[in-house]
């Protein structure tokens, strides 16, 4: 009996896909470019033989180098330790290579994005591939680095989908990860309709100190998520201002207070 040939009705595979950017790769000077995406090549394939995870670049499509980035797409079966061990293990790496690396040479800083869905390889067919394209040049995790790397010196910052999401931390299935690691968080591009619930991952920061270093609010009416930057110079004193109108009795200011005016009409 022959066998039918695949057609567009036809649900392609599951896979898990990685895709990594590094952050300032475009304002590199031309000559350091090949250096440095040698180096991430080399942390990136260390960090997947250490974690028990098979190269892609030895499947046939299941490696697209993007330039300043790559897309890894892996078995479905391996996006639980796509999430753990692989993102503190890489994170792990990125600060080795910056204790190690010369000093004219520029640090890693990574954005990842995990996500898994239906691509058939080596054509890439399937939504798989764009929407995780999405996920890693969403607003929410770009100010995840941007936090990272402000409050904590860091140098990753990830985000999972929600389908990847309930598959891996959500199912049990990252036994150092599990879901208090995680901030909920809707991720969406400028410019771009894309809009998906999404799980942002930042080492060495929990949650709840991510969640007020992160605004809720679009950019631009195109929706999105941005941290707070350093816009105001490096002049401008820190902190939020409190205007305190009624007696205060008891109270308590966390931080620390530069100027105290006192009103002494009212003493």
């Not at 985000?159 to 199912?171: D, G, L």
């Not at 991720?187 to 605004?215: D, N, Y």
Request: glycine share 8%; hydrophobic share 40%.
């Amino acid at each position: 009996m022959p066998i039918a040939s695949p057609s567009s009705v036809d649900v392609p595979p599951e896979q898990a896909l990685l895709a990594v950017d590094m952050q300032g790769y475009s304002q590199i000077p031309e000559a350091k470019m090949a250096p440095i995406r040698s180096d991430l090549d080399d942390v990136l394939t260390n960090v997947l033989t250490h974690v028990g995870l098979q190269d892609p670049r030895d499947r046939p499509g299941a490696f697209k180098d993007t330039g300043d980035g790559a897309i890894f797409v892996m078995p479905a079966k391996d996006i639980a330790r796509l999430v753990d061990p692989l993102l503190e293990h890489l994170h792990t790496a990125l600060v080795r290579y910056d204790r190690e690396r010369l000093a004219n040479a520029p640090a890693i800083r990574l954005r990842a994005a995990l996500h898994v869905g239906p691509l058939s390889l080596p054509d890439h067919r399937g939504d798989a591939i764009n929407e995780v394209c999405r996920l890693l040049d969403s607003q929410v995790v770009h100010a995840g680095l941007t936090v990272a790397r402000e409050h904590r010196g860091g140098f990753l910052a990830a985000v999972v989908s929600e389908a990847a999401f309930r598959r891996t931390v959500r199912a049990g299935r990252t036994p150092d990860l599990d879901e208090e690691r995680f901030l909920s968080a809707t991720a969406r591009v400028h410019g771009k309709t894309f809009e998906e619930p999404c799980w942002l991952f930042v080492p060495q920061m929990t949650p709840q100190a991510l969640a007020p270093l992160i605004s809720p609010e679009p950019l631009g009416g195109g929706g999105g998520t941005t941290a707070p930057t350093s816009s105001a110079g490096s002049n401008s004193p820190t902190g939020a201002i409190f205007q305190f109108n009624g007696e205060m009795t008891d109270t308590t200011v966390i931080n620390t207070v530069g100027t105290m005016r006192i009103d002494r009409r009212r003493i």
